[in-house]
Nanobody, 123 residues
Framework: QVQLVESGGGLVQAGGSLRLSCAAS????????MGWFRQAPGKEREFVAA????????SYADSVKGRFTISRDNAKNTVYLQMNSLKPEDTAVYYC????????????????WGQGTQVTVSS
């Protein structure tokens, strides 16, 4: 089992930045891929970014490419999402997910989920 706890959400003005963290505990973190998803009010949860177990491979949704950066520190059992140039449409609850059993962008293949952290971007 892996437990995931997100932090770092909050309220920020458009154009600002936030860094989300996802701390993992339980079994070995360093050998599982990780992803970030988000869910806005009234919308389905969508893929944001993912990173391989080594950090050598990353992928992003087109809507965040060039603005968001996913990274990980296996020594700290933590994955990060640096969010720059935030827009009001980035407002959502952001979820960390671990151990995909398939395509990283597919939320249904992840085995582990955090409880989410709210990000609100004001215009």
């Amino acid at each position: 089992q892996v437990q995931l706890v997100e932090s770092g959400g909050g309220l920020v003005q458009a154009g600002g930045s936030l860094r989300l963290s996802c701390a993992a505990s339980g079994r070995t973190f360093s050998n599982i891929a990780m992803g970030w998803f988000r869910q806005a009010p009234g919308k389905e949860r969508e893929f944001v970014a993912a990173i391989s177990w080594s950090g050598g491979r990353t992928s992003y949704a087109d809507s965040v490419k060039g603005r968001f950066t996913i990274s990980r520190d296996n020594a700290k059992n933590t994955v990060y999402l640096q969010m720059n140039s935030l827009k009001p449409e980035d407002t959502a609850v952001y979820y960390c997910a671990g151990e995909p059993r398939g395509a990283y962008s597919n939320q249904y293949v992840y085995n582990y989920w955090g409880q989410g952290t709210q990000v609100t971007v004001s215009s």
